[in-house]
């Protein structure tokens, strides 16, 4: 029969060995009341029916939650890094090296200002993994850069960082022994010692920056700096060429998109400020002035057939040309002839470069520079860490993408300055006479803090404007704390998504809400009327409330709350995450889950233990610091098709981000550290349209569906989709919204269990207005109206809301 246990127990005091086995009876008695009440019949006579979930939600009911089950569970271990500081006190610039480095930058910029009409070129391999043959290589092309210094200004490509369509080897920073034992400290020591020896050497280095934190080790070294196609779109890589002292190239991305670039480039002459860490390994607000020598990268692209093609053409870059003087930007253009516009062959790069030649010849003067790929060993090899022999490997022979080798490179270089010479015939020029390097004073005998007190300042944070502190997270988590409450929340938010995303839950997630928060007041109003929603639709919808404090801009504009929580132009960074804090902690306790974007590797260390489901932008799915972000978040994420419509690039976000990996971020006390992930499974793919040109074009159809569902299946994942009713879905028009749920739901109760998710902007009042930080009077701003994009009003929401509850009693009818 049934268990009888009393309703009301006493607890008498004891003391010793008893008060211990008192303890353990009153947890056992606790844990048979709670077996009870859920075996207990309600009024009908009935067990009660088990709402299906994963088992640990049961947790939720039957323990206390704390912050331990919610925080940091998929991080395998996070290890401190040496400082900046710490490193450049152990591989110090000399005033030889400042002055070099000044010189070097100084050559690029006039170049691409016109003042020098040499071009330059980067030319190397796709990626360091042996210093001894990098230092060979830099021999011989010093060599060259003597023979063609008055056609040409040789950079070397020294790049320590790869990013990767899923996984493999991730460059010589993040894996120095090419074992995939992740010694970062080891790696960021590596690279600022053969930086270094480079520049001694009388060699110009330039590099790719992937994060804001690594530029801090090898910045003050580097002449030429690119932000590569997969980052190009990201916000806070944009931020940080706008900070980086060296001229900054943006590619175009890997679909070809040429306006990102520019775009790019107009964002990174901008003052922004983002998050990053101090030479003495402090978390740390950077406020930047603006990087007036970005240029755009071309490097081809990839239809998403997969067919490659070129953009090097004279009327591409004539179009570059134009787009970039429409912006007010000087058209400089440098051209990549690797990747696409080699279709991937090393051997196609002197084709692309004659073309190029060919160009410069006839008189093209927005051609500014060219990249190529080079090594001292023709091909590529293959690299496997932990499972290749390293002793195995081709000396001098690259271990990722194929380069031509150096014989191949100086026939290259003698066509390109063979055009120069013929453009500077036509145009009845002279060769740029030699630079004067003028620095700010005259030291000899450096100290290491004299080093650092000047010539380090004439190389290094040029276009820093501030440092501000950091609070530390932890600070924040004792001053908002994670109570059981919220933690019950959050925990069993997750569950539930997770349980929809193994297919045990036949309900679908709701992302709702504001595109971004801009006014607490009205979001905590918005959350009240959706908690409604949420516990009325709660057998067939799983709601979130969308929360969104980071905005990605096309180039400039208030950037979110976080960002900018005054909507002045501010820039109170600290304030900012506070008051995301407290919001995320308000809307938890009021039992109504949250969902964020993240933008960043470190905002999350402040708001992550709250957030119940996240998203990777369209414009980041891309980014390998994001995705590697993404192995470490605790909660369940979807990745966006990319702004162009590519879906493949989310599938292999996906794919990726289950795998562990190792990034820099900051701890709990706001110190610089290495993060080791242990991988997340509970991601999804977020389809939310693209654009080609003005044109916008959805993926919202049964035909698409079909395509992602057998990629996702190829790619050995679980074919779940959410898709995103506003955006290019919309054709970025709120009012196509409810069309959007409409063709939707009509999919969802014929049947199609894929889709598991769905994304709604929705506000108080419907429509949108304009802010403009430090010029629009916030008083004025209209009470429950976005300020980003438009959104539907909650009247409208709730019919949505409503179909999709009824399409999915209509699919689960079907299935039964």
């Known amino acids: 029969g049934r268990l009888s246990i009393p309703k009301a127990r006493v607890c008498i005091a004891v003391k010793g060995a008893m008060a211990d086995v008192a303890r353990t009876l009153q947890q056992i008695l606790s844990r048979l009341s709670a077996i009870e009440e859920k075996i207990s019949p309600d009024a009908s006579g009935a067990p009660k029916a088990k709402k299906p979930r994963i088992e640990t939600a049961q947790k939720a009911e039957d323990e206390k939650i704390a912050r331990k089950d919610i925080d940091d569970i998929r991080i395998r271990e996070i290890v401190p890094v040496v400082p900046p500081h710490c490193l450049l006190e152990d591989l110090v610039q000399s005033q030889s090296v400042a002055k070099h480095v000044m010189f070097g930058r100084q050559t690029v910029d006039n170049i691409l200002k016109g003042t020098d009409d040499r071009i330059f070129v980067v030319c190397g391999p796709c990626s360091i993994h042996d210093v001894k043959a990098a230092k060979e290589y830099a021999l011989l092309l010093k060599e060259a850069a003597k023979k063609f210094e008055k056609d040409l200004f040789i950079v070397m490509r020294v790049y320590f960082e790869k990013p990767r369509t899923t996984v493999g080897w991730k460059g010589l920073i993040n894996d120095p022994r090419l074992d995939g ?7 960021l020591r590596t690279a600022r010692g053969l930086l270094l020896d480079l520049n001694e050497m009388g060699v110009f280095a330039g590099v790719e920056f992937l994060d804001t934190i690594s530029p801090q ?46 775009d790019a480039c107009q964002a990174g002459r901008g003052a922004h400020s983002f998050l990053s860490v101090t030479k003495q390994g402090m978390a740390a607000v950077v406020h930047t002035t603006g990087n007036g020598a970005c240029h755009v990268i071309l490097r081809g692209g990839q239809t998403p057939a997969g067919i490659y093609e070129s953009n090097y053409d004279e009327h591409t870059v004539k179009k570059v040309e134009d787009t970039m003087k429409a912006k007010e930007i000087n058209p400089a253009v440098v051209i990549d002839c690797s990747h696409a ?63 031509m080798d150096f014989k191949m490179t100086l026939g290259v270089l003698e066509d390109l300055a063979a055009a120069v010479r013929e453009r500077r015939k036509l145009k009845k020029s002279s060769p740029s006479q030699d630079i004067e390097i003028v620095t700010p004073r005259e030291t000899k005998n450096l100290t290491y803090k004299e080093s650092l007190n000047s010539v380090y300042r004439w190389t290094d944070d040029i276009h820093i404007r501030k440092i501000t502190p950091l609070l530390p997270p932890e600070c924040m988590h004792r001053e908002i704390p994670c109570t059981s409450e919220i933690a019950k929340t959050v925990f069993e938010a997750r569950s539930g998504i997770k349980d929809i995303l193994a297919g045990n ?42 929360v969104y404090f980071e905005k990605p801009r096309t180039t400039v504009g208030w950037k979110g709350l976080i960002n900018d929580p005054e909507l002045n132009g501010s820039y109170k960074i600290n304030k900012g995450l506070r008051v995301a804090r407290r919001l995320l902690a308000d809307l938890a306790e009021l039992g109504l ?43 369940p994420v979807g990745f ?37 992930t242990k991988g997340n499974n509970d991601t999804h793919v977020i389809l939310r349209g693209g654009k080609s040109g003005k044109m916008y074009h959805q993926n919202y159809d049964e035909g698409t569906i079909k395509t992602v569902i057998e990629k996702m299946k190829g790619a050995g994942l679980r074919p779940n989709v959410m898709i995103d009713f506003s955006h290019a879905n919309s054709c970025k028009d709120h009012k196509n919204q409810p069309n959007v749920c409409d063709a939707v739901c009509k999919q969802i109760a014929s049947g199609q269990k894929a889709i598991m998710g769905v994304m709604i902007e929705s506000h108080l009042v419907e429509g949108n207005q304009k802010l403009k930080p430090g010029q629009t009077d916030v008083s004025t701003l209209k009470y429950g109206v976005s300020v980003t994009d438009a959104c539907m009003n909650f009247k409208k929401t709730q019919a949505c809301l409503r179909k999709l509850a009824e399409a999915v009693r209509e699919r689960r009818k079907a299935s039964a």
């Open 181 to 187: 034992s992740y010694r970062i400290n080891e790696g």
């Open 217 to 262: 080790f090898i910045a003050d070294l580097v002449v030429w700096g690119a932000i590569g196609a997969r980052t190009t779109e990201s916000q806070v890589h944009r931020e940080l060429a706008s900070g980086i002292s060296a001229p900054i190239g943006f590619k175009n991305g890997t679909s070809g998109n040429l306006q990102i670039a520019v």
């Open 341 to 403: 516009n080699s279709c991937k062959k090393h051997t196609n790069q002197p084709i692309a470069a004659k073309d190029i030649a060919r160009q410069i010849s006839k008189g093209c003067d927005t051609i500014k520079g060219i990249m190529m790929e080079s090594n001292l060993v023709a091909g590529n090899q293959k690299l496997k860490p932990g499972v290749t022999d390293k002793k195995t490997l081709v000396y001098g022979k690259s271990v990722t993408d194929a380069c």
């Open 505 to 546: 839950d036949d309900r679908v997630v709701v992302i709702v809400g504001p595109c971004s928060i801009h006014d607490t007041k009205a979001a905590l109003e918005y959350a009240k009327m959706l908690k409604e929603e949420r516990e009325l639709l709660s057998k067939d919808l799983h709601i979130i409330m969308r």
């Open 593 to 635: 889950p949250a969902g964020v974007e993240f933008l960043d590797v470190m905002s999350p260390q402040y708001l992550a233990e709250f957030v119940s489901w996240g998203a990777i932008g369209a414009r980041t799915t891309e980014s390998q610091i994001h995705r590697e972000l993404i192995s470490a978040i605790s909660a």
């Open 640 to 676: 966006k098709n990319g702004t162009s419509g590519n879906i493949k690039v989310a599938v292999d976000a996906c794919l990726s981000s289950r795998c562990p990996h190792s990034f820099l971020s900051i701890t709990k006390q706001g110190l610089a550290a290495i993060v080791h």
